[in-house]
């Protein structure tokens, strides 16, 4: 009886995996249709996201024995939660701006080296040369992926000639955000 207790959990752990991979991997999507279909502010989308997500937190979580815990760590979940709003936020303000394939790209890139630097803010880290190497190769990983060479087909206003740039060859993939 135990084993089929510790299978039906797992199950339900690999269904609430995959709930969650599929909403998440189609949240870019939906927003892109909100925005463009249906002219809702991005802002409006994060916000209410929070919201009904809060709840869904709250109902499962929000039990009585948990609110000591909750209240020791208050000021932490606050702010915890207001930098993940406002990661959430510029996401859909780039996806409103530039479509979902960058800022979705830039979501998957950074929230290591997000976290990574929290922690080292936090003192949970310790900052040393490697672990700087390793933050600095992410972010340059960061920008060549989302980084174009040459003259693509996404490019808008051409730089004005006698201009020097040290960057000349290079040009962001969306030239909305270039000021080149």
């Known amino acids: ?4 207790m510790s299978g039906s959990r797992s199950v339900v752990a690999l269904a609430a995996a995959c709930l969650a ?7 870019a999507l939906v927003v892109n249709l909100l925005i463009a279909r249906f002219g809702i502010a991005p802002e409006n989308i994060s916000f209410w996201r929070f919201v009904i997500g809060g709840l869904g937190l709250l109902a499962v979580f929000g039990r009585a024995g948990l609110l000591p815990a909750f209240r020791r760590q208050a000021v932490l979940l606050g702010a915890a939660g207001s930098c993940m709003a ?3 936020l510029c996401w859909f303000l780039g996806i409103a701006r530039i479509g979902a394939a960058v800022p979705t790209l830039i979501a998957l890139c950074l929230p290591p080296v997000l976290v990574t630097l929290s922690a ?10 490697t672990l700087a190497l390793w933050l600095a190769m992410a972010l340059a990983g960061t920008v060549a992926v989302v980084w174009r060479r040459g003259k693509g087909r ?6 004005r000639s006698g201009r020097a740039s040290p960057f000349r060859g290079a040009r962001p993939c969306c030239m909305r955000l270039s000021p080149w």
């Open 120 to 129: 080292v803010l936090r003192g949970r880290e310790r900052l040393d040369g």
């Open 86 to 88: 406002l990661y959430v």
């Open 21 to 27: 991979g599929f909403l998440w991997g189609t949240g």
């Open 1 to 4: 009886m135990v084993w089929v």
């Open 154 to 159: 996404c490019r808008r206003n051409p730089p």
